[in-house]
């Protein structure tokens, strides 16, 4: 379900970023397709909300916390792991620290009843119609191919990271500026976290790499 539930929410990035600005990007920090912050998100939900269903009210509330909480975080660990902010929502009216805002938190939280009243319905029905042995199999080599992605998406990731830490300059938007020029040069897989996120912003500045 974690890994559905994941490329449902790539589609949903698919088509955000097609109506928005009209080209086909693939979104997420991984390569393959799927968004594992939707995932981590709808399990919770499933998870926590399931004593909600007579209370569509408090269930919106609530799918609006639990959305909101990963999202928040999940921009903070990230900035702190690898030193830029991947999405800035600083500009939008009711914005928590550029990490979450108002204009997202209400569409999660319509997400969340659509969610738990009528797309998990379904899915269940489907997967309890797979006989055990086969949905063991196709869950052990969605996990492999999901491992292997990580582990690759990882290693780009850092070779971002690196590349901040090599930068002199002391201005945030030439740090950044240059950042992007770097990796765009480098691997096809370099290229697509770059316009996966063209927000991207490197937000420390950055000394000398020899004197750290």
Do not use: Q
């Not at 690196?162 to 300059?169: A, G, I, L, R, S």
């Amino acid at each position: 379900m974690f890994i559905i539930y994941s490329f449902i929410g790539w589609i949903i990035e698919i088509i955000t970023e097609y109506i928005h600005h009209k080209r086909f990007v693939n979104r997420g920090f991984l390569i393959g397709p799927y968004c594992p912050i939707y995932g981590v998100a709808a399990v919770l939900m499933i998870l926590l909300l399931n004593k909600y269903l007579d209370d569509p009210i408090v269930l919106f509330v609530m799918a609006i916390i639990i959305s909101s909480v990963i999202e928040y975080f999940a921009s903070y660990i990230m900035e702190k792991l690898f030193n830029a902010r991947w999405w800035d929502y600083s500009n939008n009216k009711f914005n928590i620290n550029g990490r979450i805002c108002l204009e997202t938190m209400i569409p999660f939280g319509f997400a969340g009843i659509i969610l738990m009243y009528f797309i998990n319905p379904v899915i269940i029905k489907i997967l309890l119609l797979i006989p055990t042995t086969l949905l063991n199999i196709i869950s052990v080599i969605i996990f492999i191919l999901l491992l292997l992605d990580m582990i690759i998406s990882l290693k780009i990731i850092l070779r971002f990271k690196n590349t901040t830490f090599t930068e002199e300059k002391d201005n945030t938007a030439e740090i950044t500026k240059k950042v992007k020029e770097t990796l765009m040069k480098k691997s096809k897989f370099s290229r697509r976290l770059i316009k996966s996120f063209p927000n991207l912003k490197v937000i420390k500045k950055i000394k000398n790499n020899r004197k750290k």
